[in-house]
């Protein structure tokens, strides 16, 4: 049976469609699976969200949803069509995702829930009776509107166990206090990757990474899908990359099992109500490569909420550099106010072959391998990024009475005249050239040794610098512009 989808109430960005009815289905373990298929047309300029209403009746075991949509063709420069799903079960849409059961975006085109097991990207759990609604998601409409195709299928018995999570554990054996090298920000099958767990998991120890944390686009489901994969040598933190219109975010290291909404845009003013939600759970608050150019991708939600700032995500590009340089402007404007500064690190947002799982890793100066000792390193800005595990560095400055700080930290002497020498040793990093980056900008610049490994030493005030960090960049290969980033720390500042 079939039916068109009729456009019933609207909001500022949800829009609720016709309710579709099972309630001639016949019930009980023997009935047989009923189907309903709804067919429309989302015009342009449609809410970003979409719901279409499903009363689900009593003795279901098992909803199946797939649905297609017509990718009309449009002239160059104009956006086509491209549709995300999910669904909320009968305890509503509301803000905050109480009734959440799981979302696929673009990802997939059909999935299931039921007590004992969901598709990817889904909770598994009873189905119980109620108003369902699946959630279709416009990210682009095409001037000729988006026509699409919805079909639900119930399929009834016994509902069956669900079985209790197992999420991982908080803490892993590590190298006592040292510097441990994590990603952040990772998708698998259960979003838009192509990775297992399983596979993430073998890549990270490859690569050299004591953590790693799962962050699927606008879902939890791979909070349990890592059982048997952790272990002394990595710890797995669980999160979201919280997906909106107006920008992604990390939810990084949150308790598992925790769901973070992304139904609003910056205009809705909703962002820092969810963003204490991430601290509740644990979490820090981490803007993902906030000048990438995919649409809804650009962030533009400011960095007041921000614990870091992802500026520099995979193989390192011309967005990279835009992030960098607007987030060395933000350390002028803590030290101008006085303010607390935020903190950068770097992932590899890495889906499928070719990314590289650990391109680029940040790594975190931490008392242990444990989840509170690795955030907590991250929120201080004990931290620098690097490309791989073969480049390691170290860098602080002294000076006055043999006093010294380190990454993150804040070197105080005597006066603003007072002698500072800033040091960085490298290892790992042949062809490439130290670059120290004041609040003045880059006021010096040393090649290193063929070898890669070296040291690097410069000295200044802090009148004249209010903080350095350091960058060691590969060749440029455009004239005119700088090289690609093998290594960048969070800064030294100097007070006098």
Known sequence: MARRGLLVGTAATALTLGTVSFADAATGDDAPDRTRTVRGTLPTGSPDYVYLPVEVPRGVREIVVSYTYEKTPVPAGTQGNALDIGIFDERGTELGGRGFRGWSGGARSSFFIRADEATPGYIAGPVRAGTWNIALGPYTVAPEGLPYEVTITLRFGPTGSTPKPVY???????????????????????????????????????????????????????????????????????????TTRNGHVIALATDPGTFVDWRYRARDNRFGHYAKAVRRAGGLVVPAHPHATCIGCHWKFGFGEADAVEVWNGAYTPEDEIALAEWDNSLVAAVRTSKPWVAAMGNSDAHREPDKVGLPQTVVLADELSREAITAGIRAGHSYITESSAVTLSFGASGGRGLHAGIGERLRVDGDDTPVTVRLEVTGAPGCTAHFVTDQGTLFTATLPGSGTGVVE???????????????????????????????????????
């Not at 962050?215 to 489901?221: I, L, Q, V, W």
């Not at 410069?458 to 512009?481: D, F, K």
């Open 458 to 496: 410069w000295r200044t005030t802090p009148v004249y610098a209010a903080y350095v960090r350091a960058e060691v960049r590969h060749p440029a290969t455009v004239p005119g512009l700088p090289g690609a980033l093998a290594a960048l720390t969070n800064p030294v500042f100097l007070e006098g």
């Open 168 to 242: 991982p554990p908080e803490r892993a054996k590590g190298r006592g206090r040292a510097w441990y090298r994590g990603d952040c920000h990772l998708h698998s099958v259960h979003s838009d990757g192509k990775r297992t767990p399983a596979e993430i998991a073998a890549a990270a120890r490859a690569a050299g990474l004591d953590f790693i944390n799962s962050s699927e686009h606008n879902t939890y489901s791979a909070h349990s899908a890592w059982d048997g994969l952790w272990g002394d040598d990595l710890l797995v933190l669980t999160g979201e990359e919280v």
